[in-house]
């Protein structure tokens, strides 16, 4: 069955660094997303993207986050400059298009994202 | 501010019972609803969705909704000790790409 991959699984990472996340979606979905979860908190929306711009974005996603498609597979999301408060499981999800809806989204396993 | 509502458990039901999930949101534009199922440490798993008020069923499990008073449901037939995990309701607007999500529903199924 298809499914969304992330890379790496668990990142450490210095205050104040850059960090890439990296995701492969379902080959024939449109609609990518990163979500992220603070330990023991609900999941949160971060942005949403297709056809190679940005749909949507919560106020989360300031001008230290970005995404990129930098080829037909790979969907990033890079942090500029890291702060503890970034901690999270970082998701990614994709949908298929149904119609002029999108849908269901299907979660990756996530990344692990710790700032010490 | 978009809210949806859930009631953070732990909800305990015995093997082979109906366990009831409830999930309210506040806004009236919302058009999608969306169960996951999220064991601890793990991605949230679509369980199923429902965009029609009244009932939608996919094996043990249906999804309820009525929009009028923006509540909708999940019912786990002959709960399973596998069932265990966190219920995440999830909900989207009409030409929004976005998910707001409850903080979830821990359920217990107990052998």
């Known amino acids: 069955e298809p499914e969304v991959t992330q890379t790496p699984s668990h990142q450490v990472t ?7 996340l990296r995701c492969v979606p379902i080959s024939n979905h449109l609609y990518f997303y990163w979500y992220r979860q603070i330990l023991g908190q609900k999941v949160e929306f971060l942005v949403s993207f297709y056809n190679n711009e940005i749909s949507e974005k919560s106020e989360i996603f300031d001008d230290q986050f970005s ?3 930098p080829d037909g597979s790979n969907f990033t999301l890079k942090i500029r400059s890291t702060k503890l408060e970034d901690s999270a499981m970082y998701f990614c999800a994709s949908s298929p298009l149904r119609g002029r809806m999108n849908t269901e989204a299907f979660f990756g396993q996530g990344t692990r994202l710790t700032v010490v | 501010q978009k809210e949806v509502e859930q009631n953070s458990g732990p909800l305990s039901v015995p093997e082979g019972a109906i366990a009831s999930l409830n999930c309210t949101y506040s806004d009236r534009g919302s058009q999608s609803f969306f169960w996951y199922r999220q064991y601890s440490g793990k991605s949230p798993e679509l369980i199923m969705f429902i965009y029609s008020n009244g ?5 043990r499990f249906t999804a309820q909704l009525n929009k009028a008073s923006q509540y909708v449901s999940l019912l786990i037939r002959d709960s399973q000790p596998s069932d265990s995990a966190t219920y995440l309701c999830a909900v989207k607007n009409a030409g929004s790409y976005q998910l707001t999500f409850g903080k ?3 359920l217990s199924v107990i052998p």
Not at chain 1, 14 to 20: F, T
């Open chain 2, 55 to 59: 009932d939608k069923e996919d094996g």
């Open chain 1, 67 to 69: 995404v990129e498609r």
């Open chain 1, 14 to 20: 210095q205050m104040g660094q850059e960090v890439i």
């Open chain 2, 104 to 106: 979830g529903t821990k």
